[in-house]
């Protein structure tokens, strides 16, 4: 079975500033996708990124990057000119491409973010 | 477009009810999936419906069931309930492929008394 370990519990920069969130994951398979969500006060989870395992390229959303390190399953998350909004919990998840697993995600633990201004 | 409604978003029960929670996928989309979050036990994933049949379900006790309608709206039932069901359930949706992204709902938070 698949598992996703983030092992930073809490985490805080200031405004401005650059944090990088980290993510390891246990999995046998080779196809698969990860992804970075965030879950604000609110509780509304919103898709930060999204990686597929097959692309060596690392993905970028605007001020969001990853370090997508396959050999080591890594998945780091680097949020750059952080700002007050970017101030929730942080869960990695891992998704397999196997038919067998539709639907599922696998989620880390996740990583409470405060951001100080 | 709209996103993934949820409703109710508050509910109290006490032990020993049932409990039905709703969920709207954004529209086109015809897989639901729900997950149970806890503090304790993190997320975790319940089932997922997909053209009104269960293609996956995590490990739940059957007292935890759910369904799908043709419009593709999922409902989601725990019967008997524990007080160790007390947490926010959470439903995404997406096309139902192997390769696309789930968009999650706002959750409905769930306690028993």
């Known amino acids: 079975a698949q598992t996703v370990t983030q092992s930073q519990p809490e985490m805080s920069v200031q405004e401005a500033e650059t944090v990088t969130l980290s993510c390891t994951y246990d999995?046998?398979?080779?196809?698969?996708?990860l992804f970075w969500y965030k879950q604000p006060p609110s509780r509304q989870m919103i898709l930060v990124i999204r990686?597929?395992?097959?692309?060596?390229q690392n993905a970028t959303e605007n001020r969001f990057s990853v370090n997508f390190q396959k050999a080591a399953k890594s998945f780091s998350l680097k949020i750059s000119d952080s700002q007050l909004g970017d101030a929730a919990m942080y869960f990695c998840?891992?998704?397999?491409?196997?038919?067998?697993?539709?639907?599922?995600?696998?989620f880390g633990q996740g990583t409470i973010l405060t951001v100080h201004p | 477009k709209a996103g993934v409604t949820q409703t109710p978003r508050y509910l109290i029960k006490t032990r020993g009810q049932q409990v039905t929670l709703s969920c709207s996928p954004i529209?086109?989309?015809?897989?639901v999936s729900w997950y149970q979050q806890t503090p304790g036990q993190g997320l975790q994933f319940l089932f997922e419906?997909?053209?009104?049949?269960?293609?996956n379900k995590g490990n739940f006790p059957g007292r935890f069931s759910g369904r799908q309608f043709s419009n593709s709206r999922s409902e989601m039932n725990v019967s008997t309930l524990e007080l160790g069901d007390s947490a926010l359930y959470l439903c995404?949706?997406?096309?139902?492929?192997?390769?696309?992204?789930?968009?999650f709902g706002p959750g409905t938070r769930l306690t028993v008394l």
């Open positions: 995404a949706s997406s096309f139902g492929t192997l390769t696309d992204t789930q968009y």
């Open positions: 999995t046998s398979e080779s196809d698969y996708y």
């Open positions: 990686q597929e395992a097959y692309k060596q």
């Open positions: 998840a891992y998704r397999t491409r196997l038919g067998t697993s539709y639907g599922k995600l696998t």
């Open positions: 529209s086109g989309h015809r897989s």
């Open positions: 419906y997909f053209s009104e049949t269960q293609r």
